[in-house]
């Protein structure tokens, strides 16, 4: 059975950083890429950032510079640093899997994540 658990939202202030961790347990893919998407109340899902199991790393517009994306194969573990957080950030962040290379939109992602809360006050 395919899991990912999310951890790491919360509370932050506007300027402040927070690090999202996704773990991952029973996938089938060998190959496999794992993005981040987020979701604000009323918004559609917005892709965030993707890594591929070999590191190669995208972001959504805008968004390289704040928010990094990062993997730990040995753990099965993703996680996103978010720094210098604007109340714009504030979502439900969701991790998902997708076997082969990342893509942008969440249709092509297999698996996900039951999502966490992020809030970031001004």
């Known amino acids: 059975q395919v899991q990912l658990v999310e951890s790491g939202g919360g509370l932050v202030q506007a300027g402040g950083s927070l690090r999202l961790s996704c773990a991952a347990s029973?996938?089938?893919?060998?190959?496999?890429?794992e993005g981040w998407f987020r979701q604000a109340p009323g918004a559609e899902r917005e892709f965030v950032a993707a890594?591929?199991?070999?590191?190669?790393?995208w972001y959504g517009d805008g968004l390289k510079g704040r928010f990094t994306i990062s993997h730990d194969t040995a753990k099965n573990t993703v996680y996103l640093q978010l720094n210098n957080a604007e109340p714009g950030d504030t979502a439900v962040y969701y991790c998902?899997?997708?076997?082969?290379?990342?893509?942008?939109?969440?249709?092509?992602?297999?698996?996900w994540g039951q999502g966490t809360q992020v809030t970031v006050s001004s």
């Open positions: 029973g996938l089938p893919f060998k190959l496999y890429s």
């Open positions: 998902a899997v997708r076997d082969g290379i990342p893509k942008y939109d969440a249709d092509s992602y297999d698996y």
């Open positions: 890594i591929s199991w070999s590191g190669n790393t």
